[in-house]
Each structure stands twice: as structure tokens, then as C-alpha cells.
């Protein structure tokens, strides 16, 4: 098969134009995104001119000012803060079949409990309004509104928004599967969480939010048991004025394929190892060059958010995921939301303790974490 070149994006772009189960948004959020792969942009990276972060580039949360014991100063924190769940995965690999934060932990609750639980605590402590957000899939969207429903007594303001669904590629005619006749879910899927900015932006919520005074939003993946709020970090932020802050955590041989925080030309940024010349993989493994992984706890502010997503500057490396679905070779173009940091201003990453990042990916995680007597919440 010949490779796909800009040639192909008319074609491509007259069949989009005819998929009615797309909104105008994701249309050209998609197009955009081919446009860019097609063109066959890349940013090269210049191994050397990699540096190591600094102290003040990646700061050590144990030289962060501690928050004072103020219930007042607390609540004024608490209420610039939106909470936002990635809630768009599904439980497949863990032997179940709807959204994975519906998956029992421990006690009985699942994951969406403790999240509930533990912000509705800073609620009725603080006497604060923090939100929880979560971003679902088309695959979790219909599952999630029926479980929310199960809170509506508690003290969080629970909202929910769909990412952008997007047509996957049949491979050798690069043209969308749904219209060659694929219409149900497998014919789409979505496009990784770097689609959480625009996504949220469009869901009109951004908008909402910001007029009531909310500054920062707290990203994290519904399934990391770590990732609870963290005062220290947000009064941090918002005293420094960090558009963008990345949680980075010693990285264990169990983590050398996770991106990386580094210095480059005067910016930070992530490292991913798809970006990693071949010759230079081994180094990039090693934990004695690139000590620290990104947990995928960002902070984001969210008037910087509405700033760059309404320039379309959020350009995130394209991460290609090729796929075979019931015996056709489709692709999937996909973004991360990490890889967004060096578009901020005065973006910085936070070296926290491991205890930030407990992930479930797997039933053996889980059996892990069941284990413990200790609460997480």
C-alpha cells in the first residue's frame, strides 16, 4: 500500500462533510488533525539540545510552601478549582463491560465513589463548591449519566461532556470507515485525552465555569487512586501564575516507557518514546538520565485554555495507532494531553511522592490495592 499523502485529503474531507452523526466542531477538529499528519508534520527532536529540567523548571513538592491551617484561605483555593475525571475508558481488560470507574475497588465502592467521596469531603470541611467534571467517550457516555444519577444527594455538583468522536481510517483507501458502510461503534472511536481542552471548551462548560470564577482545572485519570486534590500544589500555582502544571514521579523500572519532563530550547516539555530516535531508546530508558514520568495529574488554568484552543495553538504530537478491526487495517490518529505543556506560559512539573500515582490498569492492580487495609480516601 502506497502511503497516504495530502492528495488524499479532498477525498477524505467530501466524506466527512457527509457524516451526520458529526458535529461541525469535530469535523474540522478532525480534518485539522489529518491535515497535520498528512503534511507529515513532526517535530524532530535534537538529542542534543535536551536538557535536564532545573528546580525551578521541575520543582520538588517537599521545597513547596505548605498551605496554611486557615479554613477561609483554603476555601478561597478550593473555590478557583474544577476537578476533571478522564472517564472515557471501559473496563475490557479487567473483565468488565461499562465505563472502568464503575469497577469495586474496595468496600464496596468503585472508583467514581471514592472521587465523589473524597471531593464531597473538601465540600462540607471547607464549606467550598468544587465541581466534578467528567470526560467520557461515546463508549461510557450513556452508562455514566444512568450511574451519576446515584449522587444526586451529595454535596458535588456532578457535569458530564462527550469528547469528540471521530471516524477511524480504512488504511489502504484512506477514506472514514462509517462511510464505506461502518456505522456502528466500531466504525469510530475517540481520539486520546489531548481532546480534553477543545472538547471541553465546546461542551460550553469552559465557559461556564470561568463565569463563576473558577481559574484552574485538576486532570487526572479516573482509574488513579493517588490522584486526589492536593492544596499545596494549587496555592503553589496560583501564587506563581503557572499556566500549566505536570505531576512527575521517580520513575521505577516498571515505568521506563512513560514520558518525561526535559528542558528544551528555553521551554519544558514532554518526551514521549515514540519520539526517541532508535539509537537513543536505551538511554531514554535508563532511570539514571530521565529520573521522573508524567503521572497524567495535570493543572491547567483555564482562561489559558479558552486562549490557545480559540487560536487553534494546541498542536500536540500526532500519536498514529493503527488497528485491525474485523479484518480491515484502520487508523486512528490520537493526542495526549501532557504533551500540551510547552504551549503554556510558565509551565512548570511538580516531582511529587509516589503515593500520587497508584493506577489500576490491571486485575492484578486491583487485587494489589484491595489488599491494603488503609483507606485512600
Known sequence: MAAATTENLPQLKSAVDGLTEMSENEKSGF???????????AQHIEWSKIQTPTDETVVPYEKMAPVSQDVSETKNLLDKLVVLKLNGGLGTTMGCTGPKSVIEVRDGLTFLDLIVIQIENLNNKYGCKVPLVLMNS??????????????????????????????????????????KGKTDKDGWYPPGHGD????????????????????????????????????????????????YCMEVT??????????????????????????????HVNEFKSIEKFKIFNTNNLWV??????????????????????????????????????????????????NVPRSRFLPVKATSDLLLVQSFQSSTV
Request: proline share 4%; net charge negative; hydrophobic share 40%.
Open 31 to 41: 480534518i485539522n488533525l489529518v491535515s497535520r499528519y498528512l503534511s507529515g508534520e
Open 138 to 179: 461515546f463508549n461510557t457516555h450513556d452508562d455514566t449519566q444512568k450511574i451519576v444519577e446515584k449522587y444526586t444527594n451529595s454535596n458535588v455538583d456532578i457535569h458530564t461532556f462527550n469528547q469528540s468522536k471521530y471516524p477511524r481510517v480504512v488504511a489502504d483507501e484512506f477514506v472514514p470507515w462509517p462511510s
Open 301 to 350: 488554568n483555564l482562561k489559558a485554555i479558552k486562549k490557545l484552543v480559540e487560536a487553534d495553538a494546541l498542536k500536540m504530537e500526532i500519536i498514529p495507532n493503527p488497528k485491525e478491526v474485523d479484518g480491515v487495517k484502520v487508523l486512528q490518529l490520537e493526542t495526549a494531553a501532557g504533551a500540551a505543556i510547552r504551549f503554556f506560559d510558565n509551565a512548570i512539573g511538580v
Open 196 to 243: 480534553v481542552f477543545p472538547s471541553l471548551m465546546n461542551s460550553g462548560k469552559l465557559d461556564a465555569f470561568l463565569s463563576q470564577g473558577k481559574e484552574y482545572v485538576f486532570v487526572a485519570n479516573s482509574d488513579n487512586l493517588g490522584a486526589i486534590v492536593d492544596l499545596t500544589i494549587l496555592k503553589h500555582l496560583i501564587q506563581n501564575k503557572n499556566e
Open 250 to 279: 521517580p520513575k521505577t523500572l516498571a515505568d521506563v516507557k512513560g514520558g518525561t519532563l526535559i528542558s528544551y530550547e528555553g521551554k519544558v516539555q514532554l518526551l514521549e518514546i515514540a519520539q526517541v530516535p532508535d539509537e
